[in-house]
């Protein structure tokens, strides 16, 4: 998922073609250089590929003037200005800081960006500006570009300063041993009172998990969703202690080797973001034009056909497999999701339903009958008037010449809905 997941939940799924392409959540863009690949909403694996193509596709780039930003960005104006200068970036949970460096007198600026649910990072021409681009960067090179922040629903929001956001633990990712004691040491903290599905989206012990990343995790160690969240890491801080008292001279590379062997829920918050990093190529290579088919075949749990899911307190959907666990919402009732069934080429075109079909769908079976069985109906409902009229019938159909009755067969629904309508009203009396 480079730089970005389609969203969206999976409105960023759907990266839409402006001229760009975005890092963050987006899609590839035809007029574009390649950036990271489609994603969710952003989290910290997003995060760290956006980072990853700002730094790749801006990193020989000079870009000069000021900052633009939008009337509505969620976002102080930049301060800044200088007639050449270099962008890049670094990543740490769901952070993302810039750093615009000039290349003469000058002192660099910070931004730190929160790329909320849509947030992303797009290198467009810059006649060809995306829509909802809130901060533009532009190129000094003839005809310029611009590296946008682009961000549909307004979420995500960015500061002055290279100060990451206080009360945000150490990342996942980049800080993994640091995660782990503090998650580890503060077991008293009433935050872990909670479900470990609630807890898990705690960013000052979790920074950098998210709702798919959560469901992934608790999905691959078969832990209910809603177990108490002390309950799940204490026994792990029981384990760790364990372990240590029996092999106390286990070198790095043992270590890592069991923790791949029998990675515990701590390890997988590490090692399943990791995964997406390193498999950007494989689940979402911007080459291909299904790379969200991709992504969707990775995950085992989140959206998946046959999972269950709830909605914690916070709101947020938790997806699971099995039994949600002792502490799940009171009056809710698990929902599964359904396998979408994919359309058959080869299947005939499905009727179109009218409004009157709606209404009356007698006259609208009545319509979708072929026309020899359509003239036969009509002459059984009507009222029989004795011999007479039916040798009139009779005569008249044997002067018929063929066109005109290949013309009566072809009368209009509009007929055949008021005759019906006539029927069922004469039924309604009846009752």
């Known amino acids: 998922m480079g730089g970005g997941r389609g969203g969206g939940a999976w409105a960023c799924f759907q990266g839409n073609r402006e ?3 975005r890092a963050g959540s987006g899609a590839p863009d035809r007029a574009a250089p390649r950036s990271g690949p489609v994603a969710a909403m952003p989290e910290c694996p997003e995060l760290h590929l956006a980072g990853r193509y700002i730094n790749e596709a801006c990193g020989g780039m000079v870009f000069s003037g000021g900052v633009e ?3 509505v960005g969620r976002g102080p104006e930049v301060p800044f200005s200088s007639e050449a200068y270099r962008i890049s970036a670094t990543s740490r949970g769901k952070e993302l800081r810039l750093t615009l460096a000039p290349l003469g007198p000058g002192q660099p600026q910070d931004l730190v960006f929160r790329f909320g649910m849509s947030g992303s990072f797009r290198l467009c021409p810059a006649a060809q500006l995306p829509r909802h681009a809130h901060l533009r960067f532009l190129s ?3 005809p310029p570009r611009a590296l946008c922040f682009v ?3 307004r979420f995500g929001s960015w500061r002055l300063g290279d100060a990451w956001q206080p009360g945000r633990g150490p990342c996942v990712l980049s800080e993994y041993q640091a995660f782990r004691e503090n998650v580890l040491k503060n077991l008293d903290d009433k935050a872990f009172d ?5 807890a898990l989206l705690n960013q000052k012990f979790f920074n950098g998990i998210g709702n798919y990343l959560r469901a992934e995790i608790l999905y691959r160690l078969k832990i209910p969703p809603f177990e ?8 792990l801080k029981d384990q760790e202690q364990a372990r240590r ?7 790095l590379s043992k270590k890592l080797k069991l923790m791949r062997e029998n990675p515990d829920l701590l390890e997988l918050c590490h090692t399943v973001p990791m995964e997406v990093i390193a498999a950007e190529k494989q689940l979402l290579d911007p080459d291909h034009s299904d790379n969200y088919a991709a992504f969707k075949n990775w995950l085992q749990c989140y959206l998946v056909p046959g999972m269950s899911s709830l909605r914690d307190r916070n709101g947020r959907t938790v997806w699971f497999q099995g039994e949600p666990g002792p502490m799940a919402p009171k009056g809710q009732t698990p929902r599964k999701k359904r396998a979408q069934l994919k359309a058959d080429p080869k299947a005939q075109t499905p009727k179109v339903t009218t409004r009157a079909s709606k209404q009356h769908p007698r006259a609208a079976a009545k319509c979708l009958k072929s026309p020899k069985e359509e003239e036969e109906e009509e002459v059984a409902d009507r009222p029989r008037k004795g011999r007479a009229c039916r040798r009139r019938k009779a005569a008249t159909a ?3 010449t063929k066109p005109e009755v290949l013309a009566k067969a072809k009368r209009s629904c509009r007929t055949s809905v008021r005759r019906g309508r006539a029927q069922e009203a004469g039924e309604g009396r009846r009752e």
Do not use: F, Q, W, Y
């Open 19 to 21: 001229g760009g392409r």
């Open 69 to 71: 930003r939008s009337e």
């Open 140 to 142: 000094r090179e003839s």
């Open 151 to 153: 961000d549909a629903r």
């Open 194 to 198: 909670k479900p470990i599905c609630e």
């Open 228 to 235: 108490k969240a002390r309950t799940v890491l204490e026994a």
């Open 245 to 251: 008292k029996k092999n106390p001279s286990l070198t």
């Open 398 to 400: 044997m002067a018929s």
